[in-house]
C-alpha cells in the first residue's frame, strides 16, 4: 500500500520554462512534507518542505504547494535549468514520528 | 563540514555470506536512519535511531537483518545470511531534531 504515490515516472522539460512535479498521499495525518532531488550515484539531496499549516512555500526558484483536501503537493521550479536534471523525491511524514514515506520518484529532464 | 559517510561504496557477494554496511552520521545529529531504494519500492524506511535507541524497526524485512548503534558517530546494517532479493542501494542518514535529513552516497549491495 503505496502513501506517498509519484504517478509520474519520468518528466521532460524544455530549459527555461516550469516544471512541475505533482505527489498524492492517502494519509490524511500526514502534517510534514518534504522535496529531496537525486542525482545518479549519489544520496538525496533536501530542496523544500512544507508543514501542514501552510498551503505555499518559496525557496528561490523552488515553490511546493500543499492541498490538504486533495492530499496532494507540487513542486514548482521556475525557471528550468539543465542541472534540475535529477530524480525527485516526495516524503511525508505524520505528527510525532519521523518516519518518513517516500514516493517512488519522478525523473526529470530539463532540454537546452 | 562532513557529510554522511557509508561504506563500502559497493560491495558484491554471494548469497549466504553475511554483509556488514557502516555508517557515520553527521556530527551532532541526534536522529540515524538506515533505507533500502529498490525500482520496484521506491526508497523505503528499513530502521531509525535516536541518541543511538532504535525507535521504529516495523521496516525491517526479515529477521536476518539487524541494525546497531553502539555509538553516536557510527551505526552497522547486517544481514544474515544475504539473499539476491537483498540487492539494492542502502543508504543511511542523520538529522537534528525537527531538521531535513542529509543521506550519504549509499552502498550498493549485489548478491549473487
Known amino acids: 500500500d503505496q502513501q506517498v504515490k509519484q504517478n509520474s515516472p519520468s518528466l521532460s522539460v524544455q530549459e527555461g520554462r516550469i516544471s512541475i512535479l505533482n505527489c498524492d498521499y492517502t494519509n490524511s495525518m500526514f502534517d510534514y512534507f518534504l522535496w529531496y532531488k537525486k542525482y545518479p550515484a549519489e544520496g538525496p539531496t533536501f530542496l523544500i518542505s512544507?508543514?501542514?499549516?501552510?498551503d505555499k512555500n518559496e525557496d528561490g526558484r523552488f515553490t511546493v504547494f500543499l492541498n490538504k483536501s486533495a492530499k496532494h503537493l507540487s513542486l514548482h521550479i521556475v525557471p528550468s535549468q539543465p542541472g534540475d536534471s535529477a530524480v525527485y523525491f516526495c516524503a511525508a511524514r505524520g505528527p510525532g514520528t519521523y518516519k518518513y514515506i517516500f514516493g517512488t520518484g519522478t525523473r526529470l529532464k530539463v532540454l537546452a | 563540514d562532513a557529510g554522511v559517510i557509508q561504506s563500502p561504496r559497493h560491495e558484491v557477494t554471494e548469497m549466504g555470506q553475511e554483509v556488514t554496511l557502516r555508517c557515520k552520521p553527521i556530527?551532532?545529529?541526534?536522529?540515524l536512519f538506515w533505507y533500502r531504494q529498490t525500482m520496484m519500492r521506491g526508497l523505503e524506511l528499513l530502521i531509525y535511531?535516536?541518541?543511538?535507541?532504535?525507535?521504529?524497526d516495523s521496516g525491517m524485512p526479515e529477521d536476518r537483518f539487524s541494525a546497531k548503534m553502539p555509538n553516536a558517530s557510527f551505526s552497522t546494517l547486517k544481514i544474515q545470511p544475504s539473499e539476491p532479493r537483498d540487492s539494492a542501494v542502502y543508504f543511511c542518514?542523520?538529522?537534528?531534531?525537527?531538521?531535513?535529513?542529509?543521506f550519504g552516497d549509499g552502498t550498493r549491495l549485489s548478491i549473487l
Open positions: 512544507i508543514s501542514s499549516i501552510k
Open positions: 535511531f535516536n541518541n543511538n535507541v532504535p525507535i521504529d
Open positions: 542518514a542523520s538529522s537534528r531534531v525537527r531538521q531535513p535529513q542529509h
Open positions: 556530527s551532532g545529529h541526534d536522529y
